[in-house]
Structures are given as structure tokens and as C-alpha cells.
């Protein structure tokens, strides 16, 4: 059998629906429509009443989460787009976010951000906004990049009892895919190995993964270097021993990302290895990111706009001949 | 209401000796609208999200006064121990959630508590109420958070208290419609008008409006006309409201009227009234010394984390 | 709007073929309520907002049809030069703003160019105009825009095309008022109320509501009563529509109703919508070809620059 | 004459409405009342139709000015407290700061945010917001430290054709005085070396640029050290030339703000230095910015939660001893 990462996601949906009377989800077009994307397709029938339509008012969305996550429900908000929960930034930031610190009582909730470019999105429809609610305390964001972690990282999302951000891309939706949701049992902040090296670590998450595996794998072939790909899974908190065990071992880091590039978790790692593994590096600390301009719409614009397998060889070849 | 007019003379006068700091906020000439939605619901049993001009409400509803005095003086031993003050406290797991700052973001966190209950099959009879001001009703919140609980059905009552200004900004700046009542069908929810600075009719609509929420009929909007008889905050002195206003209908003191609706309905004379006053003078007086002898919070034993959960060891439930 | 019918079409079917990415969104049985909106409008001196199902307004106003088929397709040439597609394009400085998805985003825009022309003694005369969806009035942005608009009294006509359905959310998920008309008084703004599949209707509803706009009556509010009759996207084939709503008077196609209605007038006879047709395909046809014989934006010769300007250059001026 | 920072952003606006006819303000409360922190008192009777309240509608009152730009006007909006632009947050960020990439026509508006923290104001009336806009492409972010910056920089922003976030302190508001506006000429996007040095550099910004200086005074008392001090002014974009060199002469850096710790601008600092001047440094990169908490209202707390002359030198102690 084949599960799709979108598949996953529903999956976990399911499971956590019927494990846990504390579950609702609430989201545009989540019930009988099954969501934009299906994530959430035969729900609303299989959980009655705990599948519920909302109107287009992200705001109230996120409040409502919070109202219910304070009666000891453990809501899912499907955000239609990442982008659009730019109208519930305030909700999510400072009613979501400051909860525990101000009360000392959490407000379990997870925000399902569809994110991420895909070819023909455009500007409105592409963003990776895990910078943004990364930068506000109170609030988990993670990032998973596979089939298995799409499904556990969301079943252990709801587990917290903090809000967490539970980044999915859409690019991956319906393009990976994998033989089985098994997992291999890592915590929700722990970085992985997803490809072992010697000579240089990437450090990414999300869709990007895929591309630095790519990326690995040719420059093996081209010159028989070996890369390190770490797949930071949660980028707040950052899992920085696995990130510096990396560096460690290989002295050479690359910061791959898909977001805007100014500020985010790319200028997150890069800075906290140079402050936190200085002595590690063997030559500069590397970063890549998406260009600073919105995410265009051409497929030939959207292809050069982002990192792909082609120009993070470049970048791993400058950083390698240092 | 004695209470918080009381509490609320206090704490602007220890705000002028310098001895809190950020601001005082009052609900001078609210208390009649605030208390009587407030003692119109059940601790324990409803819920109320106060917002700004709210201790007549609060203290209605039965929170602590010790929690006011505490946070204004940012006690450690307070529900916010010192990390957030004055009006944006609560107790959210008895049903008084802590407000952030942000004008009509509780309308939805309400409308999420009594959801909530719905869910769990625990609705019923149960109310939920917030307050707002003229200004507040203009925020996209306040929109996204009336129609999606009117879309739920959900038995939430909103107060609107129409005080003409919005700190300095009166209503012709503010709105364009004839009478912020007139959005309440625009929502499909049912609405109610009353003057604000009439205690008795405060409390029979409030009364009547909890009730029809409780019943089922989905939520209710109230909006009471009336003026804060203060700044918007103490340090505010309020001049751009102008004398024809102060000196009119809406300028009328709540505390009076409500005294002397009392004393000619029977239901209590001057000095019962005035011994009430002297029970609450007391009640703060001790508050206020309970709050200034304790101890600050202690900046090296804060626990600087914002989140509650060590996610390393947070694996499939 | 025949342009509007037979441009969507066609660029239905391209999508189907897989030579249009990333979505084409129709305005299919939509197209009397925009088309009578955009022609009230003068090119040159009104403004109009235009959101999804909008060809027919843009056409109408006088967005020339190659804007259309050149950023569906993507041209390097056209107004939004690949960087942005389908319907987010626009001509900003000729009165025709290029929307943002964010739906309700836009009141606020128009309500700023209004206000522009205003403090720049160019108001008279001049009308602003967008649209929204049933679902478009759920955001805080429509809510806020409107109000404030109001507030101003500013010349802003917002047309709701009321089409039962937000995507796939029907409208008692979205709101829960009888009539989105009821919203117009807690705006004090101008309600009209119009068939959308009546075209005449529509013209004449259209027509009032921006005469009273221009005569400084204010914002007005056109709630108009339809069935998109098309997906969301192409993607979506509207399996949730019922099929009792698709027969039942808001299904009925407002363009064969216009033709009847045109011949029933006198005002042509169908030979002559015959030739109206025929000119309208030509030149849909011609739009599509130039298009696609334009080079796609060449990412190596792509400026990747968000901003206008060099700072460092920036002194006081 | 003595000019407190509050009083210089009155003087520049009255300028500007007096120059410019382009120019209008846009705010609650600004009218008569003359604002919250009186930075607009008496500019609506010398400017009548110029200066205009507006209902608390945050998101509304960017998509105005967007439109207003769009007509040729110079919008200026104030917040009345920067944390509420999170409400605006779509409007800046998507409405805004994609409009000249998208359709090559720039929208000049200036948004004015009283930001960070004083004691006790707590977790929504003290938020410094500049990484969250920074991260977005198309807008231009600038933090004056100083009285003349404050005039000068406010004249520069609006005379920019793209969307400026003024990020304005309050602490600063009447605190920080000078005998005058009279500027040293630097364009908008330089950065400023306030105080020279050649021990270690302190990069920062707004008002930690003054606890840097003092920091920087007690460093030199105490053992003679002579720290460099570097005020961004600008954020985003940065002036990476001047933080060079900076760093060429000192070859030690301490990156500071008063923002949130993940993210933003000292990471982004930090990073790219890391990066592009890696054989600059002869140790390793410090970040020093307040804690991952929301901002606390008790001031015991509140200065224990941000960066201050005694936990600066700290870390320079660290960092000079490596
Ligand atoms: C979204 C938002 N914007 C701005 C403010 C700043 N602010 C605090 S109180 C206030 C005036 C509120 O007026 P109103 O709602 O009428 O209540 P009142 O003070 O009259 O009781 C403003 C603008 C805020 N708290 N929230
Ligand atoms: C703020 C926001 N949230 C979500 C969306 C995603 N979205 C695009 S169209 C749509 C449905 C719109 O419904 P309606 O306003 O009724 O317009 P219609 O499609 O029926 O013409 C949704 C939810 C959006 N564009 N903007
Ligand atoms: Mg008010
Ligand atoms: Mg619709």
C-alpha cells in the first residue's frame, strides 16, 4: 500500500478523532468537502459534529481554538493556506502565544499551515511563514518533510499542550509518497539524519530535505562527496545537538531553507552554530534561501525563485572548496 | 458595584501616589451595565470575558477582589504573578479568561469556551457573555467573532458599551449607522437597547438578554448608552469630552441613580446602603494591604518559558 | 459580458488542456451583476476593485482582454509579467487596483483611493467600486474597510454576490442573518437588493447605486441573489451543490435571460447577438494567440527586487 | 532648546504636512487629541482635512494607505502601539510589500509603530516588531536611536517610494533629549558608528543602542577596554559594509536587541557575518537579545527580561576573555 503525505495527514486525523473525545477540527470547507486539499475527507460523516465548517474569519478561528483548548478540548485548525493565517497572526501570537507564560494554563491547539510553493501558486498561495510564528514565544512549530513524520509529528502535535504550528507542504502532498506510515520513534523536537556524510551537513526541513538529498546524491556522484543532510523537523525549538554533532563531525554547514531570506531559521542555525560551534567550523557558514521578493507565479520564475537540487550543488561546491 | 467603584477610587488614587505602574483603567459610570451583566451569570457555571471597564462585572460574576489588587500591584502570589497587570487578568479555567489587549479578540475566545461545552454535551444552560466599547465594535474581531457565534448558535451574550467616545474619538468618527443596535440584525442575533446609567433597566435587560441566550435563542446583543465619567485611563483627563455632553443624559452618575432606585423601591434605605459602603471600604482596605505586603516577583527564580512542554520527550501518546 | 462568457470559456478549456497553471476561476452565470457594475463605471476617472468572478466587470469597465489571456498564460508582457497570474492583475495606476487573495482586502484599498482623491480636490463626481462573495463578508477586512469607508462617506459602491455557497460552504455555515441585506443599516449605508440573473435588474440596480454614490450619498451596498455556475476553480466540479438548487430560480443562466431580454426590448434581435458573438470569439481568439506567442519572464534576466529603491542613495530630500 | 525623540517625529511630520501636500496622517486618536504619546499634537488645526482619526480598524487603515499611495498621496499611519499592527499584519505584509514586484508599481506609505518595552506595560504594549517585517520582501524597516535620526529618518522614509516601517521607541519618547534635530547627513540605509573602538564591536539598534553605550562606558572604566559601538538605524535592508569593517577592526562582535531571541535581527547579523566575514572574527559571534517570553509587566521582571548595561558587559566580559 501506498500513503501520499496528504494521506498522512488525514490518517492521523482519523486516529486522533477516535482516539481522543478532546479532538475537533474546525476549518474552511474541512466537513463534507473533505478541504481543499482532502486532507480531511470523510471525517465530518465518520465523526459527526466534530468536523466543522467555519466561515472565512481566520481571526475568529484561532480564537475559538483557544476558547475551546481552554475547556480541555484539543482543537485542529486547517488553515485553507498558510497564507491566509496572516489574518489570525494576532490570535495565534499574542492570545495563543502568551498564554501559559501570563496564566500558567496552556491552550493546546495545532494550526495546520498548508504551505510552501508549488508551480502556478503565486505570491498568495506559496508562503512559508514558520519564521514568522517562530519568533514569538509561546508557540511549536514543526516542519515534517516525510510521510511517517506528517503522521506522527501531527498525532504528537496534539499531544502537547502548547499551541504548536504544524507546518505541511503542499508540494509534497500528493508527490511523496511511502510504502507505510511507520515511524521511527524520534520526539517531536528532535532533528534527524537523514542522510549520513562526512564532509559538509546540510541543515534543512520541510521540502527541502528532498532537494538536499538530491543535491547530496549528486555531488557523491560528481566528486564522491559525502553530505550530511539534517532534517531539523522542529524549527522552534531547534534540536541544536544534533545540529552541532553534525558540524562536528563534518566542519561544514550549509543552511538551506525555502523561506524569505531575511531573518528565519536559516539565520537562526547559522548564527547560533557560529555563536554555539564556532570552533567547529573548518570554513564560513553557508546559507540559501528563496529570493527576497514575493513568490512569482511562472513555474520558470517559481524554479529559480526557490533552492533547487542545481544551485545548492553550487552553494555546496563554494563552501566545499574553501 | 459599590465594590468596584470603591476598589477603582483607590487604585486611581494609589496611581497618582506613584505606587502603580503602566495605568489604571475605570469603569466610572459603567458599573451599572458591567455589574449587572455580571451578576446576571453563575460562577462555575458561565462565562465571562471582561474587558477593559469591567470590576463591576467582575466582582459581580465573583472573582476574588484580592485578584484585582493583586495584579495592579503585581504581586507575586496573584493569578498573573507579576507578569501581566492591572486589567488583563483572569482565571481561565473557572470561566473568567484573562484578556490580551487587543479589542474584540474575546468575542471568539467565548465563542470557542461555549462551543466547547457543546461538544463535550456540557452547553446546556450555560451562558457566555464579553463586553466591548463603540470602538471595539470596529474591529475585524469583533465582526469575525459575532458572526461565527451567531453561525454556531451559541448562547453568548455581548455587551456593547456605547460611551460615545473611544478614548479620545467620538462616535461620528467611529461608525456611520444611526445606532450600533442596528448591526444586531445584520448578524441574525437579537438585540437590546438600554440606558446605561439606569441601573433597574440594566438589570432587566441584562436579565433578559442572559436569559434568552440561555434558552437557546442564540446570541444576544446588548448595547447600553451611556459616558465614562473618567479618562480612558487615569492618566487621561478626558477634556476632548465636551461640558454639553458631561452635563447631559448620558453624564448622569450610575451610583446615584442605583442608590436612589433602591431606596424607592424599598429594597434597601441610606443607611443600609451607606453601611454597605463601609462593608466594601473595608473589603478593599484589607485587599489593598494584603496586595502591598506581599512579596514582588523575584526575577531570579522566574522561570523564563513560555511553553509548558519539554518536546524531547513528547513521543506517540 | 458575452467577451467575459466566451474569454472563460476558453480559457476553461486551455486549462484542461494543462497550458494554464495554478487555476482559472470563472465568473460563469456571474456575469450580469459585474458586467452592469463595470459599465456604470467610467474608464479614466472611476475606480473598480475587481475579485474572482469579475471578467465580466473588467471587460465592461474597459480592461483591455489581453491583460486577461497575458497573465493567464504568463507573458512576459503582459501587466503582471509572470510574476503574478490569473485574476490578481491589474492596471494601479488607471484606476483598476491588482487584487490580493485575501479575500475583503481590498475595501480598505478602494476606500484609500477615494479618500486619496478626496483630500487632492479630485473627488467630484468619482466613483469607487469592488466586489465580494457571501464568504468575502465573513473577514474583519470587509468589515473594517466598509465602516470606515462609511465613516468617511466616501463614493464606494461594494457589490455582493451573494451565490449561496463559499467554495463549498453553504450560506447557513457563513452567516446567519436572513439577508446579507440587513448589514447595509450597521453600516448606515444604502442597501439594494437585485436578482443576479436578471440582467435589466442588475443593469438598473447597478446604475442607482452608483448615481447615489456619485451624488454623495455615501457607500452603497448592492446584495445581489445567484449561483456561480462553475466550480470555485476548474479544479472543482461543485459537487456540492444541490441539485434543487441548481433548478431552482438562482440556477438560471443570466445570459440567455440578458439575450432574451435584449430581443424582448427591441434593443437587438439575435442575428445581431449572433454577430456580437461571433466578433467576441474573434477577438478572444486573437487575445489567446498574441499571448501565446509572447516569451515566458526569462529567470536570468529576472530583477529580484522587492523594492523601488536604493537607500543608500535616500537623503533629505 | 532642548528636543525630546517624541517632539522631533512631531516636528518632522509638521514638516512634512507643510512641504509635502502629498503627505496626510492617518491614526486613532491623532487628530485633536493629538495622539497617544502627543507626536501628531496641534497638526490637525494647522492641516485641517490632513490629519485624520480613524475608527480602530488596523487592518483597514494599511489597505488606505495602500490605496492612498497608490493615488499619489504620501500616507503616514500611526499605530498606537505597535503591537497592533499584528491586526495590520496582512494588509503590510501582502497588500503592501508585494505591490511593486507584483505590478512595478511602488506604494509610498509610512507606518509609524511606537514600539518596545517600559516598565510596566506589559505583553502587548511593548513588542518590538521589526524581524516580522523584515522577513517580508519589499519593505524598507528602520529603528532610530536618536533624536536627529528620529526627524531626519521620518523625512527620508517618506520621501521613499516604497513602504517604510518606522520603528519608533518609546522608551525613547521624552527620556532621550538633544539640544537639536540638526542630522549628520547619512542616507536612510547607512548605518552609524556612534561610538569607535577596537576591542570588540556591539552591533545593535533603537534604544539598546544607548544601553550599548553604556555598557560600553563601564567596559572602558573598568578595564580600559574600547568597544565599538554600531547603530544599524536601518534594518532591513541592512548596511552589512559598515558592520564589515567594523568587525575587520575589532574582529570580535556581539550582535543586540531588545526583540524576541529566535530570529530576527541580531540573527540575521550574526549569520551574515558568519558568513561573509568569517575570517574576520577571532572569536566566536555572540547574540545577546531579551528572553523567549512575552514581555512582562512587573518592571523587576521587565528588566530582568531585556538586555541591560550590567548583562551586556557580561557578555562582552565573555566575549573579550575568549
Ligand atoms: C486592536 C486595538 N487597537 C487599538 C487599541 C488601543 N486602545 C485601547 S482602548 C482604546 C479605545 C477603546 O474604545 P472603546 O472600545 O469605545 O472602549 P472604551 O475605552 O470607550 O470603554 C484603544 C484605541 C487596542 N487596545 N486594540
Ligand atoms: C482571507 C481568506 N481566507 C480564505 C481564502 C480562500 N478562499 C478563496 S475563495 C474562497 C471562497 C470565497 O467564497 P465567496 O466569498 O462566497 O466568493 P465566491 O467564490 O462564492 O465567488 C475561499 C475560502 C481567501 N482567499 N482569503
Ligand atoms: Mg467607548
Ligand atoms: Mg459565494
Not at chain 1, 498522512?8 to 482519523?14: M, S
Not at chain 2, 453624564?251 to 441610606?270: L, P
Not at chain 2, 463601609?278 to 522561570?303: G, M
Amino acid at each position: 500500500m501506498s500513503v501520499a503525505y496528504v494521506d498522512a495527514i488525514r490518517e492521523a486525523q482519523d486516529h486522533l478523532l477516535r482516539e481522543d473525545p478532546r479532538v475537533f477540527l474546525y476549518g474552511q470547507d474541512i466537513s463534507h468537502f473533505g478541504g481543499a486539499f482532502k486532507a480531511t475527507k470523510g471525517l465530518a460523516e465518520a465523526y459527526p459534529g466534530r468536523v466543522l465548517d467555519s466561515p472565512i474569519s481566520e481571526d475568529s478561528m484561532i480564537g475559538m481554538a483557544v476558547g475551546a483548548a481552554l475547556e480541555g478540548m484539543r482543537p485542529i485548525v486547517e488553515m485553507q493556506f498558510a497564507d491566509f493565517s496572516s489574518i489570525a497572526f494576532n490570535q495565534i501570537v499574542n492570545q495563543a502565544g502568551t498564554h501559559f507564560y501570563r496564566t500558567g494554563v496552556p491552550v493546546p491547539l495545532t494550526v495546520r499551515l498548508p504551505s510552501g510553493g508549488t508551480p502556478g501558486s503565486g505570491p498568495f498561495h506559496s508562503q512559508s511563514m514558520e519564521a514568522i510564528y517562530s519568533h514569538y514565544p509561546g508557540l511549536v512549530v514543526v516542519t515534517p518533510a516525510t510521510v511517517a513524520d506528517a503522521y506522527h509529528m501531527l498525532i504528537q502535535a496534539v499531544s502537547v499542550d502548547d499551541p504548536v504550528i504544524y507546518c505541511e507542504h503542499k508540494f509534497l502532498y500528493r508527490w511523496l509518497k511511502s510504502s507505510g506510515i511507520e515511524g521511527d520513534g524520534l520526539p517531536l523536537g528532535a532533528a534527524r539524519i537523514t542522510r549520513p556524510g562526512k564532509h559538509a551537513t546540510i541543515v534543512t526541513y520541510s521540502a527541502m530535505v528532498h532537494e538536499a538529498v538530491r543535491a547530496a546524491d549528486r555531488m557523491q556522484e560528481e566528486g564522491g562527496w559525502e553530505i550530511e543532510v539534517v532534517d531539523l523537523r522542529t524549527v522552534k525549538p531547534l534540536d541544536m545537538d544534533t545540529v552541532l554533532a553534525s558540524v562536528a563531525r563534518t566542519g561544514r554547514l550549509l543552511a538551506l531553507g525555502e523561506a524569505f531570506p531575511w531573518g528565519g531559521v536559516t539565520a537562526e542555525v547559522v548564527s547560533r552554530v557560529s555563536s554555539e560551534g564556532f570552533h567547529l567550523l573548518d570554513a564560513p557558514p553557508k546559507r540559501f534561501n528563496s529570493r527576497d521578493t514575493p513568490v512569482p507565479y511562472h513555474p520558470k520564475l517559481w524554479a529559480a525563485h526557490r533552492p533547487t537540487p542545481e544551485t545548492i550543488c553550487l552553494a555546496m561546491r563554494e563552501l566545499l572548496s574553501y | 458595584m459599590l465594590e468596584a467603584r470603591q476598589l477603582e477610587t483607590k487604585l486611581a488614587s494609589l496611581y497618582k501616589a506613584g505606587k502603580i505602574v503602566g495605568g489604571v483603567y475605570l469603569g466610572k459610570g459603567q458599573e451599572a451595565v458591567s455589574a449587572s451583566l455580571g451578576g446576571c451569570l453563575e460562577w462555575g457555571r458561565d462565562i465571562f470575558a471582561p474587558l477593559i471597564r469591567d470590576q463591576g462585572g467582575r466582582s459581580a460574576f465573583g472573582e476574588p477582589i484580592i485578584d484585582c489588587t493583586r495584579t495592579y500591584l503585581g504581586s507575586a502570589e496573584g493569578p498573573m504573578r507579576g507578569r501581566d497587570g492591572n486589567i488583563h487578568r483572569g482565571r481561565p479555567t473557572s470561566g473568567l479568561p484573562a484578556m490580551i489587549s487587543h479589542l474584540g479578540a474575546s468575542v471568539s475566545v467565548v465563542s470557542g469556551m461555549l462551543l466547547a461545552r457543546r461538544i463535550k454535551g456540557e452547553l446546556d444552560g450555560v451562558v457566555g457573555a464579553t463586553s466591548i466599547g463603540d470602538g471595539g465594535t470596529s474591529t475585524g474581531a469583533f465582526h469575525e467573532g459575532l458572526n461565527a457565534a451567531a453561525v454556531e448558535k451559541l448562547p453568548l451574550v455581548v455587551a456593547v458599551a456605547n460611551n460615545q467616545f473611544a478614548y479620545s474619538t467620538p462616535n461620528e468618527r467611529q461608525f456611520a449607522c444611526d445606532d450600533l443596535l442596528d448591526r444586531a440584525r445584520g448578524y441574525g442575533v437579537e438585540g437590546h437597547d438600554v440606558d446605561g446609567t439606569d441601573f433597574l433597566a440594566c438589570l432587566r435587560t441584562m436579565a433578559e438578554a442572559v436569559d434568552r441566550a440561555r434558552q437557546g435563542r442564540g446570541p444576544q446583543m446588548v448595547v447600553a448608552r451611556l459616558l465614562r465619567l473618567s479618562g480612558h485611563g487615569e492618566h487621561d483627563d478626558a477634556s476632548y469630552v465636551p461640558e454639553t455632553v458631561r452635563s447631559g443624559p448620558y453624564g448622569r452618575d450610575c451610583m446615584d441613580i442605583a442608590a436612589a432606585q433602591m431606596v424607592e423601591s424599598g429594597y434597601a434605605d441610606e443607611t443600609e446602603i451607606e453601611s454597605w459602603r463601609e462593608a466594601v471600604t473595608d473589603e478593599v482596605q484589607r485587599a489593598l494591604a494584603t496586595a502591598q505586603r506581599e512579596p514582588d516577583p523575584n526575577p531570579w527564580d522566574e522561570r523564563w518559558e513560555a511553553r509548558s512542554t519539554n518536546l524531547l520527550t513528547v513521543t506517540d501518546p
